[in-house]
């Protein structure tokens, strides 16, 4: 520990300290910047500037933003499911949602998948609301798709492999004969809908469609995602029509199996379903899990 030495000087009835110049280095206090004194506790004196409690809170907000990082990766870590969890949660998401109360929840699971239940919902994998005076479970809409595919994880992933491959084959063989277009109106024409992430991009597609009259033949909405659903209008009706006549979203469904049952894109699917939710013909449930109204 260093000692300084300063001196008080008396100056027209007010004393003035003097500070010495290794201290005022040390703090990288400039000539004629304002210096605060702070007297936390007792006779302890704080030398302190502007500058260095901006500094100081700026620490200190680094120091919340690591402790909250490190908080979240602690918590995404727990929130791992294993063997056990994930057989109750699957059989949890085999349930009506109408029918997921804790009782009927208690029935269907052995005493450890209980448990597990438990642990699921102190980890809000799993949380309880009320509906219509009646207490219900629902699962995080970051689990949902998880809870009610039955597939082997090994399977899946394998299966997401060769459904890849091929996909890059039929793009490497087609991308000659089929190339794609690269102006948004000729995406729109050739595919019957685009997705724009671009607002200038979007608008730029609106005054085109407006000058060629052709304003009336698309519907379009900017999602929560902040990117612009397109859609050509015979196109929409016609996904609506099927999803009517299959009864596709009488109960609520993730957008892969959407997707899968109108033979479409998970992008053309995700589409439509965002232009019927504007219309208020679906609902979300959850993060792209849809039901009609």
Do not use: S
């Not at 809170?57 to 690591?66: L, S």
């Not at 299966?159 to 729109?188: A, F, G, I, S, W």
């Amino acid at each position: 520990m260093t000692e300084e030495t300063g001196k008080t000087h008396e100056y027209k009835g007010r004393t003035y300290t003097e500070i010495p110049e290794e201290i005022t280095e040390k703090l990288d206090i400039e000539p004629g910047e304002e210096i605060k004194f702070k007297n936390p506790q007792g006779k302890l004196v704080i030398i302190t500037t502007e500058e260095l409690e901006k500094q100081k809170e700026e620490q200190e907000k680094k120091k919340t933003r690591k402790k909250k990082k490190q908080e979240k990766e602690e918590e995404e870590d727990t929130k791992e499911l294993g063997p056990q969890e994930l057989e109750a949660l699957q059989k949890i998401g085999e349930m009506k949602h109408w029918e997921r109360t804790p009782e009927n929840i208690e029935k269907k699971l052995n005493k450890k998948e209980i448990e597990k239940y438990k642990q699921m919902l102190d980890q809000n994998i799993l949380f309880e609301y009320t509906k219509k005076g009646e207490k219900r479970i629902g699962i995080d809409r970051d689990y949902f798709e998880l809870a009610t595919d039955k597939e082997p994880k090994k399977d899946r992933v394998n299966k997401e492999k060769d459904k890849n491959k091929d996909t890059k084959k039929r793009k490497k063989t087609n991308k000659e004969k089929n190339p794609e277009p690269k102006q948004p109106m000729e995406k729109l024409e050739k595919q019957k809908y685009i997705v724009i992430e671009n607002r200038e991009e979007a608008e730029d597609l609106q005054k085109k469609l407006r000058k060629q009259d052709k304003g009336e033949e698309v519907k379009g909405v900017r999602g929560f995602d902040k990117k612009f659903y397109i859609m050509k209008k015979d196109k929409l009706d016609e996904i609506e029509k099927k999803i009517e006549e299959k009864k596709l979203l009488e109960e609520e469904k993730p957008i892969t199996k959407i997707a899968e049952e109108l033979e479409l894109n998970q992008e053309q699917c995700k589409t439509a379903l965002v232009l019927l939710r504007e219309e208020g013909k679906v609902v979300e449930k959850g993060k792209n899990v849809y039901q009609t109204t």
